[in-house]
RNA sequence: GUGAGCGUAGCUCAACGGUUAGAGCACUGGACUGUGGCUCCAGGGGUUGAGGGUUCGAAUCCCUCCGUUCACCCCA
């Protein structure tokens, strides 16, 4: 009547990330580094989490985000604490807390990390995944939101993202703003009989919601009513206008998308994604906007940024096939017996102390069996040590990629597969 | 939170309600008693997601639960 223990499986929505998908995510992370520091920013990590008014604060109440998908608990000092569901409002408060910036000069900082929100996963969506975003504070100009994207494009063609297209949209001020909605929202309450249910929802709690449902009769209504760019105010126009009049200067492709809505509250004016068609439903793989008000929002001097986040999980099913396997690099001892057993150990340790990649079998398999096993490991260089070699004193080195063998004298075995190896390496490159 | 599809070996998948649930790949060993890749041979691996029901008989049909995938919603 023993019991069965079950085994620990993972989180639902939190997938591991396996040895052999773990280049990929490294070569992102490598060129996106790249980009974003020559584009003048620095990295920042903030923690995991933060107390749940901070989330609350600056996404906002009455957003899906804060309402049902946020890992809310309470610590042990009564604290309700949230696992972080997205980057900007911690970076901000790093940024006021710490007084990153000194008045009037621009700030640029960028980060790498999990996020957490609770949703039922599907294509593209989880529960823990992975941001790389970045957050520019300090300038109000179009030409800061011009650089953003110019950014942006430059890394998605770098790292080869096929077919991305640009969306554009600004949504307005707070003058302007409310405006629209209010113009929008009359509109609409007008035309409620050919609404779906999820649109009178959103009548009710966020009406520019219903520009971007995808039901046929709504999408129609809505095409019908007031836009948001014909009711910008004349400030926000011209920021938008200039932005243009950047991006086409810079030959950035885009297409103005108005039914293009962020579920944050805190954007203002320009608002922006990047979008693969061959996505599936989550065809957003990056998205971001400008957020004049958030600084004050959250008890800051007036400060405009803008920012964006790019979901890797996303970015990583736009990426090209993997390209052939990596190089054979290494030594890999074969020995028969105890004594050529404990010299291999020797030699492993000194090539490894040496910085080569270098291993042996230790279950004292079969010549043939080491040898497989070498050859699967993709080691460059087979350390032959048997009983012949010990008599004469000397090893033989096999080269696994062109298959010749020679017998080297065991004190120089070590120097000669040092050697050896950077040959091969500048051979590679 | 709602809906639909799918759960069989480590992976990808077979098996009209009817013998002992199979194949490819992977893994281990051998052919080659000290040499990888190619080939051939052999071997280990399964409570058919779990529980219940129908039936002489269930991987197969029904119910419940769990997991997973896709979609709605929302967003990266």
Request: hydrophobic share 40%.
């Amino acid at each position: 009547m023993r019991e069965v223990q079950p085994v620990i499986k993972g989180v639902r929505g939190a997938p591991d990330i396996l040895p052999a998908e773990v280049g990929r995510w490294r070569q992102i992370e490598v060129g996106a580094r790249r980009v974003l520091e020559n584009y003048g920013y620095q990295e920042i990590r903030t923690p995991m989490f933060e107390r749940t008014e901070l989330f609350v604060r600056g996404i906002g109440e009455g957003t899906d985000i804060v309402d049902k998908q946020m890992y809310t608990f309470e610590d042990r000092g009564h604290e309700s604490l949230t696992l972080r569901p997205e980057g900007t409002a911690p970076v901000v408060r790093a940024y006021l807390e710490h007084g990153l910036v000194t008045k009037g000069s621009l700030c640029k900082v960028y980060y790498i990390g999990p996020m957490f929100r609770h949703e039922r996963p599907q294509a593209g969506r989880f529960r823990q995944f992975h941001q790389i975003g970045a957050e520019a504070l300090g300038v109000e100009d179009a030409a800061l939101d011009a650089e953003v994207l110019d950014l942006l494009s430059h890394l998605f063609d770098t790292l080869e993202v096929a077919g991305w297209q640009l969306h554009l949209n600004s949504i307005g001020c707070e003058t302007c703003r409310p405006v629209f909605r209010e113009r929008f929202a009359l509109s609409m309450l007008g035309k409620k009989a050919g609404l779906c249910p999820d649109c009178l929802v959103r009548l009710e709690r966020n009406p520019l919601r219903i520009l971007d449902c995808k039901v046929e009769g709504c999408r129609a209504l809505a095409a019908q009513a007031p836009t948001p760019l014909e009711s910008l105010c004349g400030e926000c126009e011209a920021h938008f206008r200039k932005l243009q009049g950047l991006l086409q200067l810079l030959k950035i492709d885009y297409s103005i998308n108005q039914h293009l809505v962020r579920g944050l509250d805190y954007y203002t004016r320009t608002t922006f994604e990047f979008v693969n068609p061959a996505l599936g439903a989550q065809n957003a793989f990056a998205g971001g906007g400008r957020y004049d008000l958030l600084v004050t929002e959250m008890g800051g001097p007036p400060t405009p940024g803008i920012g964006f986040a790019i979901g890797m999980e996303r970015l990583l099913l736009s990426l090209p096939p993997e390209r052939p396997g990596e190089a054979w690099a290494g030594v890999f001892a074969v020995t028969m017996g105890e004594e050529a057993f404990h010299l291999g150990l020797r030699l492993v340790q000194e090539l490894r102390r040496q910085g080569l990649r270098a291993a042996l079998d230790m279950e004292r398999r079969s010549v043939k069996s080491q040898m497989r096993l070498a050859h699967k490991e993709r080691y460059r260089h087979a350390l032959i040590l048997g009983d012949d070699e010990l008599r004469a004193g000397m090893a033989t080195v096999k080269d696994m990629a062109h298959g010749g063998q020679e017998q080297v004298p065991l004190p120089e075995v070590v120097e000669r597969l040092t050697r050896g190896e950077d040959q091969a390496q500048q051979k590679e490159a």
